[in-house]
């Protein structure tokens, strides 16, 4: 198709649905395409100490903990969910959906917890001096360094791993599995021929979604003092006060995600395994009992321990001891400061996610997949990358408008889109697009096109399609996105730290505050409430999920 005919197909089609669809894609590429640009710009004198006496430590650092998080992730993720999708084990049920908890946990806060924990004054070391008279080497209590940072990030990270692989185990390799049986082989033999070839694309999935938390990362590798590409945007642009040189570093890391995720796609694409029938039948658990049950459920426990029981009991222990002298006026003010953010940031999400992903399905064409690719592209982007790309488009526009400030009495340039919260709002929206947009697409996948073919057959447009027929079906995908995507962003650290205005806190950067100024207890409590929204959102999704799968 030439570029006359899309135009012509364009016209053709369009309604105030294509036009917000491409004008809201338009506008959330807009701050990668700023930084994408610098990469052409001529580098400043900074650039050119950072490049050779920095960028090499940072990106081997950044490689550093990429491969051993992927790999260690892989390793227990794929595992559980081998065992909890293949057998029968006590307690089964509820490690099938506990081991996703951790994600309700995020890792900057496991790090500041599991810091303290183990430091020589921490519970752990106190409790072997005082109960037990041992005194071990400090080195092998030091979580705060590259292989702590590791042990942090595949805690609480497996779980996208996890999770992926046993829906793809439990819905699509009962076939392939039972044959391996039926042939004699073994639980080893069939987890290694069978079952690691088959769910590689679900696994490729799922260490996609830890490659592109790990480099989107600021809370942990800069609390434990490791220098990543993503910390060395920070300190470019609050340590040496030069947004030029962080842009570029943040295109030069655009550039290796997209890489990553052309390789990843690759991967997919020539790793692919489909059913030789249209009827899906689920695994068939294999009863484990004697010492392989209990091995199998000592193994959950331990995991989940580590990745939720312990640091939740701790923070709440934390949370216990100083709640009163952190409980203020000042505090309610940043609780509401997050769930206003969050909630302005999630509507606009949803909205936009409904209208692009209806028009994706309606005007079935390569125009319309290339706008929701578009629009989707943001979630790919460490924190960093967008916040500047947000900065640098808000200067832009405030120095388009000066004229209009200065006949409004602002001044001659005045940084009005630049300090207020819309930066914080416009980052989140770019960041988190595709958690709303994947449930509504999963929505309108299922239900299909036949009712709304139906609807327009008896003289309805798509706006009234849409609100009398496609709404009450997808609406459960609706509430799903909403509450994915609102946990997003009360999580979000980078995004907060780099574009919220002046005296703007929310529950995220109060917590990373504590940690900084070394107040680890005081950080517990807006740590807790972080957690707390998590995990009811979390389990609100299970339930929704329970009653969609029945």
């Known amino acids: 198709m030439n570029l006359q005919t899309a135009m012509r197909d364009i016209r053709k089609h369009a309604n105030s649905w294509m036009v917000i669809s ?115 080497d400090q080195s092998y209590f030091d979580v705060m360094s590259l292989r702590g940072a590791v042990f942090i990030f595949t805690m609480f ?16 390799s009962a076939s392939y599995i039972e044959n391996a049986r039926l042939l004699g082989k073994g639980g080893v033999a069939i987890f290694f021929r069978v079952v690691l070839p088959i769910s590689r694309p679900a696994v490729i999935g799922g260490v996609t979604l830890v490659i592109f938390e790990v480099l989107s990362d600021y809370g942990v590798t800069s609390y434990f003092g490791i220098h990543t590409i993503s910390t ?52 068939v658990p294999k009863r484990l009992q004697g010492p392989a049950a209990a091995a199998v459920l000592l193994l959950c426990v331990a995991v989940f321990s580590c990745s939720f029981v312990i640091p939740t009991l701790q923070i709440i222990v934390w949370a216990g001891m100083t709640y009163k002298e952190v409980l203020t006026p000042k505090f309610l003010e940043l609780t509401l400061n997050t769930l206003k953010v969050a909630l302005i940031a999630t509507i606009i999400i949803m909205t936009l996610s409904v209208v692009v992903a209806n028009v994706a399905r309606v005007r079935r064409s390569g125009f319309s997949f290339i706008i929701s690719k578009c629009a989707t592209a943001g979630y790919s982007i460490p924190g960093a990358i967008i916040a500047i790309g947000v900065l640098a488009v808000c200067i832009h526009l405030d120095h388009l408008f000066a004229p209009v400030y200065q006949q409004m ?25 595709a ?37 009450p079906m997808i609406k459960g995908s609706i509430i799903t996105g909403f509450i ?12 907060t730290l780099l574009l919220r205005p002046f005296n703007f806190e929310t529950l995220a950067t109060r917590a990373y505050q504590y940690a900084s100024d070394e107040q680890i207890i005081e950080a517990s409590v807006p740590s807790l409430f972080i957690i707390a929204i998590s995990l009811i959102s979390v389990l609100i999704f299970h339930q929704l999920g329970k009653k969609l799968e029945s």
């Open 22 to 136: 491409i004008t809201g894609a338009a506008v959330l590429m807009l701050p990668i395409f700023y930084v994408f640009i610098s990469l052409f710009q001529r580098p400043n004198k900074n650039w050119q100490q950072i490049k050779q006496f920095l960028i090499k430590d940072y990106m081997l650092h950044s490689l550093s903990l990429v491969f051993f998080t992927v790999l260690l992730s892989v390793v227990i993720g794929v595992l559980l969910a081998w065992l909890v999708a293949a057998y029968d084990f006590p307690l089964k049920r509820l490690f099938r959906w506990a081991l996703v908890l951790p994600l309700a946990i995020p890792p900057y806060i496991a790090a500041y917890t599991y810091a303290n924990m183990l430091s020589y004054t921490g519970v752990v070391q106190k409790t072997l001096r005082t109960q037990f008279g041992v005194t071990l």
């Open 157 to 172: 990270l497996f779980p996208y791993v996890y999770l992926i692989t046993r829906s793809f185990l439990e819905r699509q």
């Open 232 to 283: 060395a945007i920070f300190q470019t642009w609050f340590g040496m006060y030069d947004v030029e040189s962080a842009m570029r570093l943040a295109a030069w890391l655009m550039i290796g995600i997209i890489v990553v995720f052309i390789f990843e796609r690759l991967l997919r694409r020539n790793r692919m395994f489909s059913s030789s029938t249209s009827k899906m039948r689920p695994i």
């Open 409 to 433: 009495g602002l001044g001659k340039s005045p940084l009005i889109i630049s300090l207020s919260l819309a930066m914080a709002v416009a980052g989140y929206v770019i960041r988190f697009m």
């Open 435 to 471: 958690v709303g947009y994947n449930a509504v697409e999963a929505g309108f996948e299922k239900i299909g096109s036949k009712y709304a073919e139906a609807s327009r057959t008896l003289g309805h447009g798509v706006t009234g399609t849409f609100f009398k027929v496609d709404l």
């Open 484 to 495: 994915l995507t609102f946990v997003e962003i009360i999580k979000e650290l980078p995004i």
